[in-house]
């Protein structure tokens, strides 16, 4: 079993960054996957899922509008495209599998998780 995030970095406010996680061995084109943040000194937060198919997605209020969640089955991979960063985005990104095919909003829905990806938004 393997989560791999990528894609983190040093960005000003107002950027882009773009998140992957490359996945193995989850059989990920049968579960819902989700994007979850863990900023310093605070609980790791829900952030965005999607289901299964990529047909449903969820999202964080302080996502909504700016992150973007999608999925290739194919290459057994999941994206979190995030626009406008703010400084209070600065977290270390998760990726992690659901427990089930649909999206799920809590972080004890999620079984597999990868090792993070760091995000810091200078302002």
């Known amino acids: 079993v393997q989560l791999q995030a990528s894609g983190g970095g040093l960005v000003q406010a107002g950027g882009s960054l773009r998140l992957s996680c490359a996945t193995s061995g989850i059989t990920f084109s049968r579960y819902a996957m989700g994007w979850i943040r863990q900023a310093p000194g605070k609980e790791r937060e829900f952030v965005a899922a999607i289901s299964w198919s990529g047909g449903s997605t969820y999202y964080a209020d302080s996502a909504k509008g700016r992150f973007t969640i999608s999925r290739d089955n194919a290459k057994n991979t999941v994206y979190l495209q995030m626009n406008s960063l703010t400084p209070e985005d600065t977290a270390v990104y998760y990726c992690?599998?659901?427990?089930?095919?649909?999206?799920?909003?809590?972080?004890?829905?999620?079984?597999?998780w990868g090792q993070g990806t760091l995000v810091t938004v200078s302002s």
């Open positions: 992690a599998r659901a427990k089930g095919s649909v999206v799920a909003t809590y972080v004890t829905q999620y079984d597999y």
